[in-house]
Every structure is written in C-alpha cells, then in structure tokens.
C-alpha cells in the first residue's frame, strides 16, 4: 500500500533566488557532486522561455552501502532516476511535479512541490510525496525507510542550496 509524507524546508534565499540556482546546470552539477551518491549524473537539462525547468538526473549508490532489507529484494547497485519539473514563478510561487524510479525495482516516488515565500523572508518549500513499493510483506519497510531517507536528503539539499546561493547568486 503506497505511503504518504509531507515535508518541508526554508531556504536562506528568495523564492526568485531558489528558482534561480533550479534553473543553473552548475548548480545541479555541484548539488550532485555533494549527493554523497558513488557516481551522479544530470542526464537532461531544460530551462524553457516560460522560467519552466525540466531536471532529470541518476544517483547510483554501491550494493555494500544498501541496507540488508532493500538488498534482499535488489541485487547490484541500486540506481535512482529522479525528474523534477519546475514552472515559471507566478504570483511568487513556483510548482514541481517530481518523480522517482529505480530501473529494474518494484519502485515508484511520485509527488508535488510548492516553492513560495517563507514567514523569515526566505524561501519555503513544501513537498508531498508518495512511495510505492510492490514486495509482499515488506513493501512497507521499504517505503519507511525510503521515506525517512527522503526527510535526511530534503535537508541536504536546502542546506546545499542555501549555501550556494549565499556563495553564487
């Protein structure tokens, strides 16, 4: 049975400055670099004239980092496709639909963003996501486990992004 999770991050930077860095490939580059993942890649990059952002990228992590119950029903390493699709900002706030998929897994992420003002003059990000695991028994494990993952990674990335701001835009 999928699961649910609402998240949510501020971010040092505006709504303009955060959508901004979405929107440069030496940010999702760097972003990558400090995934912590063994190998990162942006496999497809588009900015469209409406401020839309398309983002697909791959995080490979080794088969001895897994934990022994996603290694049980996963053998190798284990490589995530993420997608990300940003609109234009409007009436300061932007949307994102993201997606998420393991090749070769019983595994589906789908969800929504809304990136809007902050009560701190920064940026807030709110993020529901739904995870999906297909294995009897122990789906559910699996989609705890990713979901608390999701909270871990959530913020890394508003910590990554907010220092890049701070030091780039």
Do not use: C
């Not at 998240?7 to 901004?20: F, I, M, N």
């Not at 860095?21 to 940010?27: C, G, L, N, P, V």
């Not at 993201?98 to 589906?108: E, F, K, L, N, W």
């Amino acid at each position: 049975m999928p699961r649910s999770f609402d998240l949510a991050a501020d971010y040092g930077g505006t709504v303009e400055e955060v959508h901004r860095a979405f929107a440069d490939e030496r940010y999702w580059l760097a972003r990558l670099a400090d995934s912590g993942a063994d190998a990162a890649t942006l496999d497809a990059m588009t900015v469209g004239e409406d401020g839309g952002i398309d983002v697909t990228t791959t995080q490979i992590l080794r088969a001895d980092r897994l934990p022994g119950v996603v290694s049980q029903f996963h053998r190798g390493d284990l490589s995530i496709q993420r997608e990300e699709t940003w609109t234009g900002i409007a009436d300061g706030r932007a949307t994102a639909t993201v997606t998420g998929s393991i090749p070769g897994a019983p595994v589906s992420l789908t969800g929504t963003a809304t990136l809007g003002p902050g009560a701190s003059g920064g940026a807030h990000l709110d993020l529901t996501v739904t995870v999906e695991v297909r294995v009897p028994l122990v789906g559910g494990k699996i989609e705890n486990f990713i979901g608390n993952g999701l909270v871990d990674l959530i913020i890394a990335e508003q910590r990554f992004t907010t220092v890049w701001i701070t030091e780039n835009v």
